[in-house]
């Protein structure tokens, strides 16, 4: 095993026990709910196994549903969010991004940011609308995905800058 499955393997595991454990007992007005939890699947290694981001993902999210009792909606929408990220990488970084080193938990720059708020949104979008499914129900499910967005995004980036590993 490397060092880069092993840190994987630890990151899924605290970033799924900070969700279950911590963040998800918060419910701020009944719309502002943290999702860090997705900040596995914007950390996971660029060029690395597709394959195996798809399933770990999809198992993040059906192990939030089973201790959040959402009934598979965050397994749908981390499996979307791990689908269409590398669009999302061509997007902020251009359409060389699979031969660049990036590392989202560097500084923070333009494309980073830009990077992290669409899959943000993206996974809250489409987990609001899920969890509603009504078209009824569209405009609560954007003041919900605005709202949410914006709290993880604040949450999310004070996760990477709090762990970021040390330059040697």
Known sequence: MNSALILN???FVLLLTAQ???FNNIDLFGYLNP?????FILLYPVNTNRA?????????????????NSGGVHAASCLLLAYVRPVFFKFAFGLSYEYQTI???????PERFTFILISILTHHFILFFLELFKFTFIFEALLRTIIT????????????????????
Not at 35 to 39: K, V
Not at 52 to 68: C, H, M, N
Not at 103 to 109: C, E, F, G, P, V
């Open 35 to 39: 999702y860090p939890y997705i900040l």
């Open 149 to 168: 967005t914006v709290f993880t995004l604040i949450v999310s980036i004070l996760i990477i800058y709090l762990f970021k590993p040390n330059k040697k």
């Open 103 to 109: 590392k989202i938990n560097d500084r923070l720059s």
């Open 9 to 11: 393997i630890i990151r």
């Open 52 to 68: 195996g981001l798809l399933v770990a993902s999809f198992l993040l999210g059906l192990t939030v549903d089973f201790f959040a």
């Open 20 to 22: 279950i454990v911590i």
